[in-house]
């Protein structure tokens, strides 16, 4: 514990939830969405001096991410990730005082032992200490008047080496955490589902939006001049192909470099077919550019098999990470070992351990070795609001430089909300936001998000969420 890290007491956690509706159908992997539901936390905590305050999280109930098996239904998938959280809101509320970190790290192998008891998949287990652990570090910044990079550069949270993580012993989490500086601006990556427009042609006329933004992905370039893209396959090699060439075709007319990365999204059985995947790539002269500029693949292999054996050979061709394999607090020291150069970054899996992982590529780069290890940030359509602002100053903090976005494109901004509540966002984050066809909604221009304005009181949001229109959310059985 640092002289700044505050011990306090969980005094109460109210999980919420409320339904959405999708502006356009979202596909990945084997799933498909219209809608869905998102859950909203507030929670309150008492610091040893007396003072009280809350903080918030949000996230979507993406259940079907989490835990893939098809004899689960959306509603028991939604349902696990319900209990996750009311298990590690008992947990949090019966534990003695702690710091921040603590909370998070002291009750890990506990909270996921007993998830695991009921059949939750580590994944699942992450959702609920991954919302908590986001409160209580947004209502101490609130009580203590700092921001999150603030809290983080000071080491509020009181991150230190833990049993959890035996292999960052002798770290200097202070010194790292000091040494982190964000930035007033980031890219944002454009997703392209499974089952998106393309261009004009894609889209009957009766089938179109028409709520002023763009739909196809020529009119995502043209209108928010976007060079970052995530493309989605779906595990048929000769479909991916064609899919792929369709995509390059609308992406190759751009003059200026663009960059890529691929989701395989577990849809290839092993290793050796998601290398296929890339050699059918390279060998397609339709897709000489996009092969060329992709940065990475994400996650092609089930989890079933992604950390079962090594990957080196589709490594030596182009750079693999984990995103769904990511389940445990060490899943990336064993991607390493089999010969993965990175992780994702996502605020659903918990935001400590974004951060340790960074600090194990901080630490293995250092090593000399001359491999470089690197996170990327990716989207499980956060929305507008808490969500979206306490993953973007999240992945701003640790240093990436462009992240995927999806939301935005796929919900109708603040969507079905109270308009003060947007209004609220837009007054006092007016860099990351704008009134745009009559709804606030998420600025990007020249493909860049501006975010200077989440250097603010609290976990990147000034205002909070409006409460009056929440539902409690259900405790499943």
Known sequence: MTSQSPLLTVLAVEPFERAYNNRMTFRFGNITSTGGRQSVVRLRVRLADGREGWGYSSESIGGK???????????????????????????????????????????YAEHVAACGAKGLLPLVASYGPALLDRAILDAVC??????????????????????????????????????????????????????????????????????????????VAATYGQRYFKLKVGGDLKADIERLSKIASVLDRMAEPYFATIDGNEQYATAEAALELWHAIEATPALKRLAQSTLFVEQPIARQMALSTSVEPFTKAKPLIIDESDGEIDSFPRARALGYDGVSSKACKGFYKSIINRARCEKWNAEGTGRRYFMSAEDLTVHAGVSLQQD????????????????????????????????????????????????????IEQGMLQIGSLDCIGFGHAPVPDFTQLTAMPVPA
Not at 66 to 72: G, M
Not at 160 to 183: S, T, V
Request: hydrophobic fraction near 40%; charged fraction near 25%.
């Open 65 to 107: 991410w989490f835990d893939k098996r098809p004899e689960l239904s959306d509603q028991q998938a939604a349902d696990q990730l319900r209990r996750s959280l009311a298990m590690a809101g008992d947990l949090y509320m019966a534990s003695k005082p702690r710091t921040p970190f603590g909370f998070f790290a002291d009750h």
């Open 142 to 219: 609130r009580l203590q008047g700092v921001s999150f990079y603030a809290a983080m550069q000071a080491n509020l949270p009181g991150m230190q080496p833990h049993a959890i993580i035996p292999d960052m012993a002798g770290f200097d989490f202070g010194k790292f955490l000091a040494g982190l500086k964000p930035a007033a601006s980031m890219a944002a990556r454009h997703t392209v589902g499974m089952v998106d427009p393309l261009v004009a042609a894609d889209q009957k006329p009766e089938d179109r939006v028409n709520d002023g933004l763009p739909e196809t992905l020529e009119e």
């Open 392 to 443: 973007l100053a999240l992945v701003n903090y640790i240093g990436l430089t462009h992240v995927e976005r999806n939301g935005h494109h796929f919900v109708d901004g603040f969507c079905e909300r109270p308009a003060s509540e947007a209004d609220a966002f837009l007054k006092a984050h007016p860099d990351l936001y704008h009134r745009h066809h009559g709804k606030v909604r998420l600025r």
